[in-house]
């Protein structure tokens, strides 16, 4: 009886210790030498008598696309010893056709390295789709039953990408608005996701954007949906860029046909609990091409100067009441939509009664529901030297074009100042640079000429035509006795 309980013990004590003495190991699989484009590649890290409790990034592969990663796990009992392996999968989806090298790598397993000496790659044309015997099994069952390669399949969307444009035809400095956006039905059930939107946009806006024209960009960070309606239906709509453009001379602008890359998903037919039930793949769409005319503005002396829009006055002024000689300030608003920043300072009319100076501007300008809004704002300092009432319409005025009613107007203020006060205008010409002789009384000499040398000269120009005087009547005498 104590042999026997002596034989149990030692038995335990050497199981417990080559229990944790059964070796971990760590093999890393590679996908075949040539695959067909409508293949994937894989490689897999497969563990044996333990977890993957964490791992780094697969190496990237020239001429392929990273896609999901899978992972699965498997659980052996042979002779009342169980063996455990698990598995972690990244597939890789060809790009062209041509012979590809997956260079030597190393990848970290629950903190240990691994390498792999890679190997070449050829793709080949695509293929009717079958199964490889010599391409591993990512997904196992337990106890060693092997479940089938899962098949993918695409599923047909309702979706489209657009470019749009609110006006058709344009005067030359009028905004007409362009905007791209991605639209996919209530209904679709296709999986779809965005694909680097900002590195595409980077690219077609070199090509869409028109040389001869202002760009105002809405800036456009996050791509939000916004439901809209059309042909009977209900759509989820992805604006990814908004802008207006503001054309400098006539003719006709394109919009070229913009072509826009989606991550599209395939997803699994016979969905597992294993693993992943869908696999990334890329679906182009392409939007069609449009085209604004733009027209030249009416004959008038200031059409090549003047801004065009709808636009208001918008008056600030401080006080209606002023004394002569006191400055007082004047803000001359212009609100309304159209091109902001090409706004001109208002004309003005200078008279001994009324001085300005430079003024002082400022602009906001308002980007939003597909317009351009907002206000440049001038503000004048000004004085009056004389009382009376003064009307700033006689002094102030801003031409512009209206689109909507295609006719020039003005806008002129409709402030009036009651100046009190004694007359400040000899003041005011006192205090301005005179000009002319007056510049240069400081620069002349002050030496009195002597009159004598004035005599002198005066008499030497006399005898100088009287002797041409004789001079001429002699020669004309000759002239006739001959």
Do not use: C
């Amino acid at each position: 009886m104590i042999k026997t309980t002596i034989t149990l013990i030692f038995v335990y004590f050497f199981g417990i210790i080559f229990i944790p003495l059964v070796a971990q190991e760590v093999v890393i699989e590679l996908g075949p030498d040539e695959i067909a484009l409508n293949e994937t590649f894989s490689i897999k890290v497969t563990i044996s008598n333990d977890k993957i409790k964490s791992y780094n990034e697969f190496p990237d592969i020239v001429g392929f696309q990273k896609q999901g990663i899978s992972q699965s796990s498997s659980m052996n009992v042979i002779n009342g010893q169980v063996s455990s392996t698990n598995s972690i999968i990244q597939y890789y989806k060809p790009v062209r056709k041509g012979e590809f090298t997956l260079s030597g790598f190393s990848i970290k397993i629950n903190g240990a390295d691994y390498t792999s000496p890679g190997k070449t790659i050829n793709v080949v044309d695509a293929r009717a789709a079958q199964r490889q015997s010599n391409v591993f099994d990512p997904f196992d069952d337990l106890f060693g039953k092997t479940r089938e390669e899962p098949e993918f399949i695409e599923i047909e969307d309702d979706a489209f990408f657009a470019s749009s444009i609110d006006k058709e035809e344009v005067f030359v400095g009028e905004g007409f608005n362009v905007s791209l956006a991605f639209y996919m039905s209530e209904t679709n059930q296709a999986p779809f996701q965005f694909y680097e939107p900002g590195k595409q946009l980077d690219g077609i806006l070199k090509k869409m954007k028109p040389s001869n024209a202002w760009e105002e960009n809405f800036n456009i960070t996050n791509i939000q949906p916004e439901r809209v309606s059309f042909n009977g239906k209900t759509w989820i709509k992805y604006k990814v860029y908004e802008a207006t453009f503001f054309p400098f001379s006539e003719g006709e602008i394109t919009i070229p046909p913009i072509s826009w890359e989606m991550i599209k998903y395939r997803v699994a037919k016979n969905p597992s609990f294993f693993g992943s039930n869908r696999l990334e793949d890329f679906k182009t769409f392409y939007s069609s091409s449009k085209k604004v005319k733009v027209k030249a503005l009416p004959p008038h002396p200031l059409r090549n100067e003047v801004s065009v829009g709808n636009f208001q006055l918008r008056e600030n002024i401080a006080q209606f009441e002023a004394q002569t000689g006191e400055g007082f300030t004047y803000n001359f608003g212009i609100s309304g939509e159209g091109n902001i920043n090409s706004i001109s300072v208002p004309k003005t009319k200078q008279i001994h009664k009324l001085n300005t100076y430079d003024p002082n501007v400022r602009q906001q300008v308002n980007r939003g529901m597909g317009k351009i809004t907002g206000i440049k704002e001038f503000t004048y300092y000004l004085t009056i030297n004389e009382p009376s009432q003064v009307n700033l319409a006689d002094h102030f005025e801003w031409i512009y074009f209206n689109p909507v009613q295609s006719k020039y107007d003005t806008l002129r203020p409709k402030a009036i100042v009651n100046v009190t006060g004694e007359s400040k205008v000899n003041q005011a010409i006192s205090n301005q640079r005179l000009g002319g002789i007056y510049d240069l009384i400081e620069v002349e000499s002050n030496k009195l000429s002597y009159e004598r040398y004035k005599y002198y000269f005066s008499i030497f120009i006399n005898l100088l035509l009287a002797g041409s005087v004789i001079l001429l009547a002699v020669l004309i005498m000759r002239k006739g006795n001959g």
